[in-house]
T-cell receptor
Framework: SQQGEEDPQALSIQEGENATMNCSYKTSINNLQWYRQNSGRGLVHLIL?????REKHSGRLRVTLDTSKKSSSLLITASRAADTASYFC?????????????FGKGTRLHILP | KAGVTQTPRYLIKTRGQQVTLSCSPI?????VSWYQQTPGQGLQFLFEYFSETQRNKGNFPGRFSGRQFSNSRSEMNVSTLELGDSALYLC?????????????FGPGTRLTVT
């Protein structure tokens, strides 16, 4: 089963609005990362947040982490057409002592002009 | 610094054939991971290599294999291709294994099995 589950699966908003995506995970983690993928291309790293951090900012991006709820959110403020992409959270799932990185299925974000 | 490169970018194969995909990591990166991405299953972890050793493996059949060379370049091989192997195969490199640092992804190899 997926370690990370993004919600919603798809999101369409008007340009200029804020977009919020959520990620829930099942096991304890050391780090959580958010990535962006433009259609059919490789992933681009956005932000890494460690388990002892609660919030992190990078430009128009704000990530929060709630380890008690095993969830994270990614907020994109003042969205632009170029933000249209799929967004994935990735965790280092401590499953069977392996620390392989597990990705969720992603949120497809579409920014309407 | 050059990014992660993957070759070939596109590939069409027939069921039953085998295929080898190549990944060159960012200079200095010693960890290489492979992922399979399909619309239905999303991004699934295949395996990770570090210092020429397979460090982690996902839940894929033995038809999927890989290796890493001394220069950190990696290859993955899929034998006896099935239609369901059609996917985007992504390679990612990082300084060290695990999620301590971010991974840098290549553009992917789009494999179509007919």
């Amino acid at each position: 089963s997926q370690q990370g589950e993004e919600d919603p699966q798809a999101l369409s908003i008007q340009e200029g609005e804020n977009a919020t995506m959520n990620c829930s995970y099942k096991t304890s983690i050391n780090n959580l990362q958010w990535y962006r993928q433009n259609s059919g291309r490789g992933l681009v790293h956005l932000i890494l947040i460690r388990s002892n951090e609660r919030e992190k900012h990078s430009g128009r991006l704000r990530v929060t982490l709630d380890t008690s709820k095993k969830s994270s959110s990614l907020l994109i403020t003042a969205s632009r057409a170029a933000d249209t992409a799929s967004y994935f959270c990735a965790t280092d799932a401590n499953l069977n002592r392996d620390d392989k990185i597990i990705f969720g299925k992603g949120t497809r974000l579409h920014i309407l002009p | 610094k050059a990014g992660v490169t993957q070759t070939p970018r596109y590939l069409i194969k027939t069921r039953g054939q085998q295929v080898t995909l190549s990944c060159s990591p960012i200079s200095g990166h010693r960890s290489v991971s492979w992922y399979q991405q399909t619309p239905g299953q999303g991004l699934q972890f295949l395996f990770e290599y570090f210092s020429e050793t397979q460090r982690n493996k996902g839940n894929f059949p033995g038809r999927f294999s890989g290796r890493q060379f001394s220069n950190s370049r990696s290859e993955m091989n899929v034998s006896t291709l099935e239609l369901g192997d059609s996917a985007l195969y992504l390679c990612a490199s990082s300084l060290v294994p695990g999620a301590v640092y971010e991974q840098y992804f290549g553009p992917g190899t789009r494999l179509t099995v007919t």
